[in-house]
């Protein structure tokens, strides 16, 4: 904070450190880990331990399709799976 803008103001802390963005920040993650398309096996791994309940595994386009506004995404545009699962 500088005192040229609030003058007669003294910060109670010193200024936050400049972001320096071209290195690799946890905040801009997005910028150096490239989408990483998984397959529906892959995908079960992370519901391992876990009772898959219905509709189980399904690519994200087709999520409750029968209750939403058609025409829906293809599966392919999705890109991505949903699951429900619960604790045993």
Same mark, same amino acid.
């Given at each position: 904070? *500088? *005192?040229?803008?609030?003058?007669?103001?003294? #910060? *109670?802390? #010193?200024? #936050? =450190? &400049?972001?320096? !963005?071209? =290195? $690799?920040?946890?905040?801009?993650?997005?910028?150096?880990?490239?989408?990483?398309?998984?397959?529906?096996? +892959?995908?079960?791994?992370? @519901? !391992?331990?876990? &009772? @898959? =309940? %219905? %509709?189980?595994? =399904?690519?994200?386009? +087709?999520?409750? $399709? +029968? &209750?939403?506004?058609? #025409?829906? %995404?293809?599966?392919?545009?999705?890109? $991505?799976?949903?699951?429900? $699962?619960?604790?045993?």
């Amino acid at each position: 904070m *500088s *005192s040229t803008w609030f003058p007669g103001i003294t #910060p *109670s802390r #010193p200024a #936050p =450190v &400049e972001l320096d !963005t071209g =290195v $690799a920040h946890p905040a801009r993650i997005y910028d150096c880990i490239p989408f990483q398309y998984r397959t529906k096996q +892959e995908f079960g791994r992370f @519901l !391992t331990g876990l &009772e @898959l =309940v %219905p %509709p189980g595994i =399904v690519p994200m386009a +087709e999520w409750r $399709a +029968e &209750e939403e506004r058609q #025409p829906r %995404p293809a599966p392919v545009e999705a890109a $991505a799976y949903a699951a429900a $699962a619960r604790k045993n």
